[in-house]
C-alpha cells in the first residue's frame, strides 16, 4: 500500500488545482483539439500526414531514401530532435554525437527522426559580471520561442529535448509545452569528474577578492574544477534541473548524473530514443507531456528543490513553466511546502561534495525513495520511463549482455555527510524560504547559511552595480555590519543578471566577524554562498518598487526564520522621497535587441517571463 500522502502536500496541491482550475481547462482542451487533428479515417495517423503533397515533400526531400518511403506512409512515428548542442558549454559538448544515435534507436524501433532546429545556448559562466549577462534569463524565453518555431512544422510525433544547462531546460520545456499534444523526453548528458575540491576553489576566490591570490592562480583553481565536457559539479541550476527533470518524470529514471562518455550514458540515450516511439499516438502509452505535466508534477518539482536545497533560479522557472501548462503556481506554494520538507543533501555551495559524491550516495533513486515514504511527492504522477513516479525508486546498470537494466536504488545511504534519509535530515525545513515587508517580498536560501546568521539588522549600503560594490570593498569602506542593496538588477531593468561577484567579498566581510546580509532584486542562481541573501525582490526598483527610496544608512531588518524583510524608515517618509533613477536603455554585445522583452517582462513573482505579464 502506498504512504498516505502529506496532508500539507495534499493541500498545496488541491489549491493550485483550484486556483488554475480555468486556464488548465483552457489548456488541456486545446492540446486536445492539436491531438485529434490526427485523427483520420478513424485512426490515429502521424502528424505530417494533414499535410499538402508540396509541404511533405520539402520535408523530407533531404532524408535518405528509406526514410523518405517511411514519412511518405501513414505508420511510422518522426520524431523531433530540439538541440541545443554547442560546444563551448562543457555540459552540451557531449550532445554533438546524440543525433545520429538517437535516429539509430528510433528506426530500430520503427520510426524515423530528424533534427527539426537548435535553439541558443548560453553558459552563465562565462558571462558572468559581463554585458552578456543581462540576456541570460531572456535566452530561456528565447530558447521557448526557437523550440516552438522548430515544432511549428507539423511533421512530427513526439520530442526529444536535448539541453542540461541554467535557462535552457526550462526554455525548452516551455516551447514544449505550447505543443502539449506531442510527447517529449529531455535527455541529459551528465556531470564531469570531480576536479578541485569546492571549499579549496572558494578559498582561492576569497583570497583572490582580498588581493592576496593572483589572476594565475585563481585562473589555475578555476581551470582545475572545470576541465573536462559535462555538466559543472557544483548543485547550481544546471544540475539542479536536472534533478527536477527527472522527479517531474520528463527523465528516464537514474538517467540525471551518469557521467558523458560511458556506455551507461550512451545506453540510456538510446532508451530515451526508443521509448519516445512508445509514447506517441502511434504508440502503445500515448503521454502527451502537456497531460503529465500536471500540478502533481510541479509540486514534486518543488519538494525535490526544498529537499535538496538548489538553486533559487528555479522559484522563476519552475513558476514560469507551470505557466505555460496553464497552473498558477506561486511563492507562497514554496513556502508551505518547505515548511514539511526536510533537507536531505549538502552539496555546493551548501556544503562541500558535487553531484558526482551525491549520486554515488544513493542520487536520486534513494532521493525518491525517501521522499516517496515520507509522502512528500505524489507517487502517481505520470512519467515517461515508467507508469508512475512511484516506479522511479531503482537505478540504471548495464547486464552482464551490455544490456540496460534497472535495478532497485538502495535502500541506505552510502554517504550521510552527503546524502541523508528521511529520518535524520540535515534540516527540518527546506532550502528556500520567502521574506516579505516593507520592501516587497523576496527569496531566501537558507540550506547554506548558517542558523547563527540567518537574521541580521544594519545600515543599508546602496549600490547600483556589482562593479560598485568590489570597488567599495577594495576601497575598505564595507569593514563593518552591512546590509548590501544592490538594486535595478530585476528583469525589468537589466534583464536580472545573476550577481555572483557579491559572493567572495561579502563572504570575506563575514569572516572577518560581521553582520552581513545582500537585498537586491537581481539574481544569485544556485551559486548563493554563505551570506544571507533576499533575492528576487519583488516589485523590483525599475517597476516602481520601494528599494528605489532605500538610502545609505537606512537600518534594514533580514529575518529568514521569521520571514521579515523591512526598512526601519517610517512609511511616510520612505514614500516621499524621490526614487533612485533607473538605468537607461542597455546597448552593446546584443543588449539593444532585447529592448522589448524589458519592457513586457513580468515580476519575478511571474517568473520573470515575457509570455505571461
Known amino acids: 500500500m502506498p504512504p498516505t500522502l502529506h496532508p500539507v502536500v495534499a493541500r498545496v496541491t488541491e489549491r493550485i488545482a483550484g486556483r488554475s482550475a480555468a486556464r488548465r481547462a483552457d489548456y488541456l482542451a486545446r492540446i486536445a483539439d492539436a491531438g485529434r487533428g490526427n485523427e483520420r479515417d478513424g485512426r490515429v495517423r502521424p502528424a505530417r500526414t494533414a499535410l499538402g503533397c508540396a509541404n511533405l515533400a520539402h520535408g523530407f526531400a533531404a532524408c535518405a531514401p528509406a526514410d523518405k518511403l517511411a514519412l511518405r506512409g501513414a505508420d511510422a512515428p518522426n520524431i523531433a530532435i530540439v538541440t541545443a548542442y554547442n560546444d563551448m558549454l562543457s555540459a552540451h559538448q557531449p550532445l554533438k554525437d546524440y543525433p545520429d544515435l538517437l535516429k539509430r534507436a528510433i528506426g530500430q524501433a520503427g520510426g524515423t527522426a530528424q533534427v527539426a532546429g537548435g535553439v541558443p545556448a548560453m553558459c552563465d559562466g562565462v558571462t558572468q559580471g559581463r554585458a552578456g549577462m543581462e540576456l541570460s534569463l531572456f535566452s530561456r524565453d528565447v530558447v521557448a520561442m526557437a523550440t516552438a518555431v522548430a515544432l511549428?512544422?507539423?511533421?512530427?510525433?513526439?520530442?526529444?529535448?536535448?539541453?542540461?544547462?541554467?535557462?535552457?531546460?526550462?526554455?525548452?520545456?516551455?516551447?514544449?509545452?505550447?505543443?502539449?499534444?506531442?510527447?517529449?523526453?529531455?535527455?541529459?548528458?551528465?556531470?564531469?569528474?570531480?576536479?578541485?575540491?569546492?571549499?579549496q576553489k572558494a578559498k582561492v576566490r576569497k583570497l583572490f577578492a582580498e588581493g592576496k591570490a593572483t589572476r594565475e592562480e585563481l585562473l589555475e583553481a578555476e581551470a582545475a574544477s572545470y576541465h573536462s565536457p559535462g555538466t559543472c559539479t557544483f548543485y547550481g541550476t544546471a544540475n539542479s534541473n536536472q534533478l527536477l527533470m527527472e522527479v517531474m518524470g520528463l527523465?528516464?529514471?537514474?538517467?540525471?548524473?551518469?557521467?558523458?562518455?560511458?556506455?551507461?550514458?550512451?545506453?540510456?540515450?538510446?532508451?530515451?530514443?526508443?521509448r519516445i516511439t512508445e509514447l506517441t499516438a502511434l504508440g502503445g502509452s500515448y503521454t502527451p507531456v502537456g497531460e503529465l505535466l500536471d500540478e502533481r508534477a510541479f509540486v514534486n518539482g518543488v519538494v525535490a528543490l526544498l529537499a535538496t536545497g538548489g538553486s533559487t533560479n528555479h522559484t522563476l522557472h519552475l513558476v514560469?513553466?507551470?505557466?505555460?501548462?496553464?497552473?498558477?503556481?506561486?511563492?507562497?506554494?514554496?513556502?508551505?511546502?518547505?515548511?514539511?520538507?526536510?533537507?536531505?543533501?549538502?552539496?555546493?555551495?551548501?556544503?562541500?561534495?558535487?553531484?558526482?559524491?551525491?549520486?554515488?550516495?544513493?542520487?536520486?533513486?534513494?532521493?525518491?525513495?525517501?521522499?516517496?515514504?515520507?509522502?512528500?511527492?505524489?507517487?502517481?504522477?505520470?512519467?515517461v520511463g515508467g507508469k508512475t513516479l512511484a516506479d522511479y525508486r531503482v537505478t540504471p546498470e548495464l547486464g552482464e549482455e551490455g544490456e540496460l537494466v534497472w535495478r532497485p536504488a538502495p535502500r541506505d545511504s552510502a554517504d550521510t555527510s552527503v546524502l541523508r534519509p528521511v529520518a535524520d535530515p540535515f534540516d527540518t525545513h527546506g532550502g528556500l524560504r520567502t521574506v516579505s515587508g516593507n520592501l516587497g517580498r523576496a527569496v531566501v536560501k537558507v540550506s547554506a547559511v548558517d542558523p547563527a546568521h540567518r537574521a541580521v539588522q544594519a545600515p543599508a549600503r546602496v549600490f547600483a552595480s556589482q562593479q560598485e560594490l568590489q570597488e567599495a570593498f577594495r576601497a575598505g569602506e564595507l569593514d563593518g555590519d552591512v546590509v548590501v542593496v544592490v538594486r535595478h538588477q530585476g528583469p525589468r531593468a537589466n534583464g536580472m543578471p545573476e550577481l555572483h561577484k557579491l559572493t567572495p567579498p561579502l563572504s570575506v566581510l563575514q569572516d572577518r566577524g560581521h553582520k552581513v546580509a545582500l537585498v537586491t532584486d537581481g539574481r544569485m542562481?544556485?551559486?548563493?554562498?554563505?551570506?544571507?541573501?533576499?533575492?528576487?525582490?519583488?516589485?523590483?526598483?525599475?517597476?516602481?518598487?520601494?528599494?528605489?527610496?532605500?538610502r545609505d544608512g537606512d537600518l534594514i531588518r533580514l529575518d529568514a526564520d521569521e520571514g521579515v524583510l523591512q526598512v526601519l524608515v517610517p512609511e511616510e517618509e520612505l514614500a516621499a522621497r524621490e526614487p533612485a533613477a533607473a538605468p537607461g536603455e542597455q546597448v552593446g554585445t546584443g543588449r539593444e535587441l532585447f529592448a522589448a522583452f524589458r519592457r513586457a517582462v513580468g515580476p519575478a513573482e511571474r517568473g520573470a517571463a515575457v509570455f505571461t505579464s
Do not use: Q
Open 152 to 199: 511549428a512544422h507539423d511533421m512530427f510525433d513526439g520530442v526529444l529535448l536535448l539541453g542540461v544547462c541554467d535557462k535552457i531546460v526550462p526554455g525548452l520545456v516551455i516551447g514544449a509545452l505550447a505543443f502539449g499534444h506531442l510527447p517529449a523526453i529531455l535527455v541529459p548528458a551528465g556531470p564531469m569528474a570531480s576536479g578541485l575540491p569546492n571549499a
Open 251 to 274: 527523465h528516464l529514471p537514474g538517467a540525471s548524473f551518469v557521467p558523458p562518455g560511458t556506455a551507461l550514458r550512451e545506453a540510456l540515450t538510446l532508451e530515451a530514443g526508443r
Open 320 to 383: 514560469a513553466m507551470a505557466a505555460a501548462a496553464g497552473i498558477e503556481l506561486t511563492w507562497d506554494d514554496f513556502d508551505e511546502l518547505s515548511a514539511v520538507t526536510p533537507l536531505l543533501t549538502r552539496l555546493y555551495p551548501n556544503g562541500g561534495a558535487d553531484v558526482n559524491h551525491f549520486h554515488a550516495a544513493g542520487g536520486t533513486g534513494f532521493l525518491i525513495g525517501e521522499l516517496l515514504e515520507a509522502g512528500l511527492l505524489h507517487a502517481d504522477a505520470r512519467t
Open 525 to 550: 542562481s544556485g551559486a548563493s554562498g554563505s551570506v544571507l541573501a533576499a533575492i528576487h525582490l519583488s516589485p523590483e526598483a525599475a517597476a516602481g518598487g520601494p528599494l528605489a527610496r532605500v
